[in-house]
């Protein structure tokens, strides 16, 4: 059995895919090096890797979830459109708007046209709520998709944290790090009770923040991952209450 609204859930999926390549992406753009001072003390030196993570091939990353999610509400209301009986056209497209006023016009008119019922008109104006102060992810979305049609949207690296890094000695005995390594630039960290010994880098860890959405954007300053996922959350979530309006609990 074909599954509601099947089109855009293709899309979500498509989204998804991309977001699970950025996240891999984040978590491996940082190098270490261990190294001995002439005190024999060691010092771990975190870098960045600039070929791990190029900027603009991310932001066509991001691109191109922000483009399937919009995608996904455009066939959404489409397919509403088609199960009101309406006629759709090459201007349907799911509504989105500054404000509730700004949305409430082109809604009332395209009910006046039997576009749409006035359960439809319902749900968007006391649920779902597809402006700026009713629901930011999807006001924010239809922004970055709308930026990104002009321009690439470029992450910039911040403060992130590096968990799981370990070392190996001389006697193959492995040396965990306490706690994570905190930066937002490459810098040099010292490492303690393990001075004299010639150790190695043996796992790099990995990263749980790191790329954010830069100045002048919805989101500004906040992890791309972190939003990235609200706005597909929150893209799905629209769908399944579409889909208990016009065909009621699916379970």
């Known amino acids: ?26 978590r491996d753009f940082h190098l270490l090096s261990v190294d001995q001072d002439a005190e024999r003390k060691n010092w771990v030196t975190l870098f960045f890797d600039p070929e791990a993570l190029p900027a603009e091939d991310a932001a066509v990353m991001i691109g191109d979830v922000l483009h399937n999610l919009r995608s996904a509400l455009d066939i959404l209301w489409n397919d509403v459109i088609l199960e009101c009986g309406g006629k759709v056209t090459k201007y349907s ?3 989105i708007r500054d404000t509730a006023e700004e949305l409430e016009g082109p809604l009332a008119n395209l009910l006046k046209k039997q576009q749409i019922e006035i359960e439809v008109k319902n749900l968007l104006l006391g649920r779902i709520k597809p402006y700026k102060a009713g629901n930011h992810p999807l006001w924010a979305l239809d922004d970055l998709n709308i930026r ?3 321009q690439l949207l470029i992450p910039v690296l911040k403060k992130m944290y590096i968990r799981g890094v370990s070392f190996e000695d001389e006697k193959g005995k492995e040396l965990m790090l306490d706690g994570s390594l905190i930066a937002d630039r490459p810098r040099n960290f010292p490492l303690q009770g393990v001075d004299g010994k010639s150790l190695r880098i043996k796992n790099k860890g990995y990263l749980t923040t790191g790329i954010f959405l830069g100045e002048g954007l919805p989101f500004t300053g906040q992890p791309v991952i972190r939003v990235l996922d609200r706005i597909t959350k929150e893209v799905l979530r629209t769908v399944k209450a579409f889909e208990t309006l016009l065909f009621g609990e699916t379970g």
């Open 148 to 150: 990104d049609k002009h």
């Open 1 to 26: 059995m074909v599954e509601n609204f099947h089109g855009s859930r293709v899309k979500i999926r498509r989204a998804a895919k991309h977001l699970t390549e950025l996240n891999r992406w984040r």
């Open 93 to 95: 497209r799911f509504p």
